[in-house]
């Protein structure tokens, strides 16, 4: 579903390649029957297509890249907390260490340093915490999605194409059918009122309220291509026709999205 990252985990890998496969070893079967453009019954169909949505959802770029982030915005919030409420014990700790008081701008380089130098910041910044992190929010986005159920989506003109960060949450006001209508995405699942993931060219995985089977007119595949583009890191996939080719040059004309 996604393009070949190298080193998107760069520890166990194996490990968070045989999470996927749990969930990814059963899925022909189940595209075979969302061909059929029916609502989904089958009991294990309908688990099966909501740990595809998961997997989806964390197996993505914009997952790590909140992952490399949090590091940063963690640190930053314990250095105030270490500078402000326990100024006295880390002044103590600083004279222990260096043998010197330091002044303010040395106490904050000291506070950084030995938040830079734990454990837990060592192993972010190797990376050797991301397939932990990766399970955890696997299994966190599986039991968020244990009350949705998927809408199959068939587009009988035109073709959805997948980008490189495919699953996408959605929120907005209104009938989301309707092109004028302001939708937000990247929402967090508990906010989120939909999330779509291309299947295929003809069908797309939509997970809402109920299960249901619906078609999309042409305008409504294009603006659902238009957030696959505006979502991808680097890489945009369709199947070769010259109408969506134009599409997605004319979508992407400012990015720089290989097509």
């Given at each position: 579903?996604?393009?070949?990252?190298?080193?998107?985990?760069?520890?166990?890998?194996?490990?968070?390649?045989?999470?996927?496969?749990?969930?990814?070893?059963?899925?022909?079967?189940?595209?075979?029957?969302?061909?059929?453009?029916?609502?989904?019954?089958?009991?294990?169909?309908?688990?099966?297509?909501?740990?595809?949505?998961?997997?989806?959802?964390?197996?993505?770029?914009?997952?790590?890249?909140?992952?490399?982030?949090?590091?940063?915005?963690?640190?930053?919030?314990?250095?105030?907390?270490?500078?402000?409420?326990?100024?006295?014990?880390?002044?103590?700790?600083?004279?222990?260490?260096?043998?010197?008081?330091?002044?303010?701008?040395?106490?904050?380089?000291?506070?950084?340093?030995?938040?830079?130098?734990?454990?837990?910041?060592?192993?972010?910044?190797?990376?050797?915490?991301?397939?932990?992190?990766?399970?955890?929010?696997?299994?966190?986005?599986?039991?968020?999605?244990?009350?949705?159920?998927?809408?199959?989506?068939?587009?009988?003109?035109?073709?959805?194409?997948?980008?490189?960060?495919?699953?996408?949450?959605?929120?907005?006001?209104?009938?989301?059918?309707?092109?004028?209508?302001?939708v937000q995405t990247n929402v967090a699942i508990d906010d989120a009122k939909a999330m779509i993931l291309p299947l295929g060219p003809r069908?797309?995985?939509?997970?809402?309220?109920?299960?249901?089977?619906?078609?999309?007119?042409?305008?409504?595949?294009?603006?659902?291509?238009?957030?696959?583009?505006?979502?991808?890191?680097?890489?945009?996939?369709?199947?070769?026709?010259?109408?969506?080719?134009?599409?997605?040059?004319?979508?992407?004309?400012?990015?720089?999205?290989?097509?």
């Open positions: 579903m996604c393009a070949n990252a190298t080193d998107f985990v760069e520890h166990d890998s194996a490990k968070i390649e045989d999470l996927w496969q749990k969930t990814e070893q059963y899925m022909p079967k189940v595209f075979a029957a969302t061909e059929k453009n029916v609502p989904v019954t089958d009991p294990q169909h309908l688990t099966l297509l909501r740990d595809f949505m998961a997997l989806h959802l964390v197996r993505s770029y914009r997952f790590k890249t909140v992952h490399t982030n949090a590091l940063s915005e963690a640190s930053a919030k314990l250095k105030v907390k270490l500078l402000e409420t326990h100024r006295e014990p880390l002044l103590r700790l600083a004279l222990r260490a260096t043998g010197e008081h330091l002044d303010d701008k040395r106490l904050d380089e000291y506070a950084a340093r030995m938040i830079a130098e734990s454990s837990p910041a060592q192993a972010h910044i190797a990376g050797r915490d991301f397939p932990n992190s990766l399970e955890r929010m696997f299994a966190l986005a599986k039991e968020r999605l244990q009350n949705w159920y998927p809408e199959i989506i068939w587009a009988p003109m035109g073709h959805f194409i997948i980008g490189d960060s495919p699953a996408i949450t959605l929120r907005w006001q209104g009938n989301l059918m309707d092109t004028a209508t302001d069908h797309l995985l939509s997970m809402g309220p109920r299960s249901t089977a619906a078609t999309a007119e042409l305008a409504v595949v294009q603006r659902m291509n238009s957030w696959q583009i505006s979502n991808a890191r680097k890489h945009v996939f369709f199947k070769p026709n010259r109408h969506t080719a134009d599409f997605v040059r004319a979508e992407s004309s400012d990015r720089r999205i290989a097509d």
